[in-house]
């Protein structure tokens, strides 16, 4: 009985751990698609601006999560702005980039936060299984985080759809 016991905590602590791995991959991607993105946005200065607090926030965000993974004995992984977040960066500058995307990359980030949120309230109940109270404290901040950015952003969506048409 014990060794089941102990199964099942090691298989509940696993799934831990390759879900902190996934939302620490997921933060990575958001922080590449804002740097690459974030040229596009000058013609909208409150997008702008909600971009840069939310790429300060993921950056933040992808700290905790590796912290968190630490604490759990396993190392940092490699940087997550990767080389191909820089050439999207450049890109994006050279190209201009593509306004005419702005509501669709808008939609596109609108149900990626979506996406983060619930993996944040999946790692909560499992921090919680596994008696993690100050990683389920600090993963309820980062989820609060990520929902009151969700909902600044929904909050601009009139001013950001009214600018797309008139520069249209």
């Known amino acids: ?91 994006g500058l050279l190209h201009g980039g593509e306004a005419r995307d702005v509501l669709k990359n808008v939609l596109a980030t609108s149900g990626y936060r979506a996406h983060q949120i619930t993996s944040l309230q999946m790692l909560i109940v499992l921090a919680r299984q596994l008696g993690f109270a100050q990683d389920a404290s600090a993963l309820e901040c980062l989820k609060d985080e990520e929902t009151a950015s969700a909902e600044a952003l929904a909050g601009l969506m009139p001013d950001i759809v009214s600018q797309y048409l008139a520069a249209a």
């Open 1 to 91: 009985m014990m060794n089941k016991i102990k199964s099942s905590i090691q298989f509940t602590l696993d799934i831990y751990l390759d879900a902190l791995r996934d939302h620490l991959s997921i933060e990575s991607k958001a922080i590449e698609t804002a740097l690459s993105e974030l040229p596009v946005c000058e013609r909208y200065p409150g997008l702008c601006r909600r971009m840069e607090q939310d790429l300060a926030m993921g950056r933040s965000h992808a700290r905790e999560i590796t912290i968190l993974l630490s604490r759990h004995g396993h190392p940092a992984p490699v940087p997550h702005e990767t080389v191909s977040s820089i050439l999207n960066t450049v890109s």
